[in-house]
């Protein structure tokens, strides 16, 4: 029988805006992961020693991202050098695969304690660096081999592509993508006011000494009017011929910004948890992850979801929340569409076209959020999943305890 893998506790900094003057801007990346590492032993009263592995997420793993940077956070941090961490890389959904592969290592008796944690700084090392981009723009590798490109000789689109096709496939309309987008806003900074998100928050001090403890991403006074003016971000002429029944509806207002963050997990068997005084909040009840169309690239988070709610044995009307990453408003829109959820359960404190998307960060930020709102509604069940670059999505359920 497999251990029960519980959840301790979330953490996670504020949204930096990823661009350079970004309230997180100042921050190396290893120093910011790091904070949250330390933050979660340290309000938790546990002794470091006994996390059994560190487990990250970051998609742009080049430069300060570079040379394992889990393993870099968790020594600057103050943890023993025993305690061994690894960098792995899902795109999008880095960090929830991380809380993934933590809870399973306990529920296979490979952990007693572990930490799920993510970072990304998109202002200190731009999305594309990977690729060896330089920073006028020129153009970076070419990831794909010749048998790639032979599977799709047309080649494959950005992601801002890819959330125009679903746009076309699932008929959404500028003014639908648009109100989601306000709507992002509007509960988050509802949210914010009402200090929802304090106990899932970190101060970062900055090297000047000043203190960042809020969301630099969220945009109060967001309206339709305002988000109507923006023109489409991803269009150009060759794309416009390569796609000529698109309608061009995604803009920089519709779409989740360049985000800095980080955030960390505290994962353990039950058994260990109750042995050490803590109180488990959550456990994990089912995982899933699939492969989609690297096209559309952005709809795994549909399959996802039909093939976890098959193997949990629940179905979308027992769920309390779900969390479905806003990487463009198309996506939670298409998924709502498909599951005929409920809209008022879907994001209910905003998404990361408010609170932002730190690629590597955004799994465990998104199970932090999603946890503490399970707590303050009393909501027992919660999903949360991913759309991730490449074509593929993970999707996880935990149960409030």
């Not at 890819?162 to 639908?176: D, F, H, T, V, Y």
Request: with cysteine.
């Amino acid at each position: 029988m497999s251990n029960e893998a519980v959840i301790v506790d979330v953490v996670r900094t504020a949204s930096g805006r990823g661009k350079p003057g970004g309230a997180l801007s100042g921050v190396h990346p290893a120093d910011l992961l790091a904070g949250v590492l330390s933050e979660l032993v340290s309000r938790n009263g546990l002794d470091p020693a006994l996390v059994d592995d560190v487990i990250g997420g970051c998609v742009s793993q080049v430069g300060e991202q570079g040379y394992n940077v889990t393993r870099t956070a968790l020594l600057s941090a103050g943890f023993p050098d025993s305690v061994p961490g690894t960098t792995i890389d899902r795109q999008c959904g880095s960090s929830q695969q991380a809380v993934t592969f933590a809870a399973q290592g306990v529920m296979a008796g490979a952990y007693d304690v572990v930490i799920a944690c993510g970072v990304e700084s998109m202002s200190r090392v731009p999305l594309g660096s990977s690729l060896g981009r330089g920073s006028g723009g020129t153009p970076g590798q070419d990831p794909h081999g010749t048998l790639m490109h032979e599977r799709y000789p047309q080649g494959l689109v950005n992601q801002g592509v890819s959330a125009e096709l679903i746009n076309q496939q699932w008929r959404l309309g500028r003014g639908e993508l648009d109100a989601f987008a306000a709507r992002s806003h509007r509960l988050a900074a509802a949210a914010a006011e009402r200090g929802d998100f304090d106990g899932e928050l970190r101060p970062v001090t900055l090297p000047g000494g000043r203190v960042v403890t809020d969301d630099e991403t969220i945009r109060p006074g967001t309206t339709l009017a305002s988000l109507a003016t923006l023109p489409p971000a991803f269009r150009t002429d060759a794309l416009a011929a390569r796609f000529p029944k698109l309608d061009w509806h995604i803009t920089a207002g519709n779409s989740s910004p360049l985000t800095d963050g980080a955030s960390a997990a505290l994962i353990m068997s039950a058994k260990r948890a109750d042995e050490l005084g803590l109180n488990p909040r959550a456990r994990f009840h089912s995982f899933a992850v699939t492969g989609s169309d690297p096209l559309l690239m952005l709809t795994g988070v549909i399959p996802a979801t039909r093939r976890i709610l098959e193997r949990s044995g629940l179905s979308i009307d027992d769920l309390d929340a779900y969390e479905v990453n806003e990487a463009f408003a198309s996506v939670p829109l298409a998924w709502l569409g498909e599951f005929d959820a409920d809209p008022a359960l879907l994001n209910p404190r905003g998404g990361a076209i408010a609170l932002g998307h730190a690629l590597g960060s955004s799994g465990t930020r998104l199970l932090g959020t999603l946890l503490n709102h399970l707590e303050l509604t009393g909501g027992r069940w919660g999903l949360q999943t991913m759309c991730e670059g490449g074509g593929m999505a993970n999707a996880t359920i935990i149960e409030r305890l």
